[in-house]
């Protein structure tokens, strides 16, 4: 058996390819709050939190004016941004409603809650909060228990907003 990789290890961006860069900025920024951390032109941007390098990089050097991949093949599935609280995933449901952004889903899977919504050119994006640990559902034998429910939304947004 391999060892198993450190449990320290974090997935430290996610890099898309969009068709127009400054409608994924105003999705990315206008939408979700990453800040602009730096730009190539009109070819490329990096967007953080917190003053991060970058927690998502787009960049249209190979799918300018592109459409979004058909349905049926492989690719991308979605794109999960861990929000550390409650209260912070709530805001961000205010941030996609006040933009007028349509979710696409709104799950609790026991172990956290999500919401899910398409960015402009259809990747998939999730936006979730984790539960703590000790509150995660297990079967007798300690293995998880994860399912999909609906999420509450309007108990959701009864979360205080955060500064």
């Known amino acids: 058996m391999q060892t198993p990789v450190t449990p320290e ?52 050097w190979e799918s300018l004016g592109a459409t979004p991949p058909p349905a049926g093949h492989t690719g991308l599935f979605h794109t999960a941004f861990l929000y550390p609280t409650r209260a912070d995933l ?35 994006v999730e936006l979730y909060w984790d539960r703590p640990e000790a509150e995660w559902p297990r079967n007798p034998d300690g293995s998880l228990v994860m399912y999909t429910k609906r999420l509450d939304l309007n108990d959701l947004l009864k979360e205080p907003k955060t500064a």
Do not use: C, M, W
């Open 9 to 60: 290890t974090r997935v430290g961006h996610v890099h898309l390819k969009v068709s127009d860069l400054e409608r994924a900025i105003a999705f990315y920024s206008g939408v979700l709050g990453f800040e602009v951390q730096a730009r190539y032109g009109n070819e490329a941007a990096f967007l953080g939190a917190g003053g991060y390098h970058h927690h998502i990089g787009l960049n249209t």
């Open 90 to 124: 709530a805001d961000a449901l205010r941030r996609v409603n006040a933009a007028g952004h349509r979710l696409t889903g709104a799950s609790d899977h026991g172990v956290s809650q999500a919401l899910y919504l398409d960015d402009p050119d259809q990747n998939g």
